[in-house]
């Protein structure tokens, strides 16, 4: 955990939006298929219009900002298509990066069977900030909902 970020960052978000809330912190380590489908079947059990899943993965990293755009792009649109297979296949292959890809996967597998939708609601790079576009990193935030 101690690498591990992404616990503290949503705790303020959560405690702003939400008045009465448990959490449950996941923090993915090894993110190969066999865990993607065993946190999948996890999530897919307790899923319900009372749960929300927070997860939190920086995208693209290191690369200019126009590859970094069009890498990212594509996680976007599989995020919201829905499509399991075409995110696992291209961060397996390194088109398309994702820290928190495992995690992603996750929520995307456990949610195969129902109605859902899905929406980016916006994606930037660290270039916008730093304003250096020759390293950046990507992030993106998207809701899934019924």
């Known amino acids: ?39 999948a079947e996890s999530l897919a059990d307790v899923l319900n219009d009372e749960t929300l899943v927070v997860v939190s993965s920086d995208l ?7 590859k ?21 296949r291209d961060l397996n292959s390194g088109k398309s990066e994702a820290c928190g890809g495992g995690l992603i996967l996750s929520v995307l597998k456990a949610i195969e069977q129902k109605q859902n939708k899905a929406k980016v609601i916006h994606r930037t790079t660290s270039g916008e900030v730093s304003l250096d576009y020759q390293q950046v990193v990507g992030y993106l935030s998207a809701a899934i909902y019924s």
């Open 1 to 39: 955990h101690r690498e591990e970020h992404a616990i503290e960052v949503q705790l303020p978000f959560l405690q702003t939006v939400l008045t009465d809330y448990t959490i449950v912190p996941v923090v993915m380590g090894d993110q190969n298929e066999v865990y993607v489908e065993a946190l």
């Open 60 to 66: 693209s990293h290191y690369h200019s900002q126009q």
């Open 68 to 88: 970094a755009e069009l890498m990212d792009a594509k996680i976007a649109g599989y995020i919201e298509a829905l499509d399991y297979n075409g995110l696992m």
